[in-house]
């Protein structure tokens, strides 16, 4: 018999509660998002990165990267719940490049906020880390979209902040598209700054699980494989921050 998705994410849990971290294929990762009727929306929702603003925040430091933004709430009977909007947030020893300010970007547009596609993946990391976390009755989700485009004569930065934590409890990646793009190579490293493990999210779906609160990660700077065409990395990234237990 052919593992399933479910067998899938029983080894990706499995590594991420011994190695902090877990790669998980596209095929897998849709399967579980997904689940018995899948979704047809997807080339709807990937679509949407067209329409990202760009990050002022970075453009005033001379970097480029477009994104939107939305926080969610898990109560305890577990429904996925969109909050008002409001401004992210880390701290300095999170994010050396930009921490200890409100940052307000351009919010996720309803049509996604809401949408089917969006919120199985929300229930999917909420059900794939309570895994970890069994005892958080509660949770706070940020979500972010990001589209990273490499310039003619400059790499495009995932994290321009370098390799970093985030500041929450867990964090997932999912890859929504590559065009004309090289690298972008995630890796994951230890305190003490040791690489833990190298992995490239290169397909749909394809998809990073870090717990965040043992474990660093970066991303390698991505180049157009021919910079005369149009080239970009989107990603959706999903961070929880436990706050509340059972």
Do not use: C, K
Request: glycine share 8%; charged share 25%.
């Amino acid at each position: 018999m052919a593992p399933t998705a479910t067998d899938a994410m029983a080894v990706a849990a499995a590594q991420a509660q011994a190695d902090g971290f877990a790669f998980v294929a596209g095929d897998a990762m849709r399967e579980w998002v997904q689940g018995a009727q899948p979704v047809a929306g997807w080339e709807r929702f990937a679509a949407s990165w067209e329409s990202l603003g760009p990050d002022p925040y970075l453009a005033a430091q001379g970097r480029q990267r477009r994104r939107r933004h939305a926080v969610f709430a898990v109560g305890r009977e577990g429904v996925v719940e969109l909050q008002p909007h409001q401004p992210h947030f880390q701290a300095l020893e999170y994010n050396p490049l930009q921490g200890d300010i409100e940052r307000w970007f351009e919010p996720v547009v309803p049509e996604v906020a809401g949408s089917a596609e969006l919120r199985r993946i929300l229930e999917a990391g909420r059900d794939f880390f309570g895994r970890l976390s069994p005892g958080t009755a509660a949770w706070r989700i940020e979500v972010h979209q990001f589209r990273i485009e490499p310039g003619a004569d400059a790499p495009g930065e995932p994290t321009p902040e370098g390799v970093h934590r985030d500041g929450v409890d867990f964090v997932l990646v999912l890859m929504v598209d590559r065009h004309n793009i090289a690298s972008g190579t995630t890796t994951i490293h230890a305190a003490d700054g040791r690489q833990l493990g190298s992995f490239t999210l290169a397909e749909p779906f394809d998809a990073a699980l870090v717990d965040d609160r043992r474990v660093f990660h970066g991303v390698t700077p991505v180049e157009a494989m021919d910079s005369r065409q149009p080239s970009h990395r989107d990603v959706l990234v999903v961070t929880y921050r436990a706050t509340g237990v059972s």
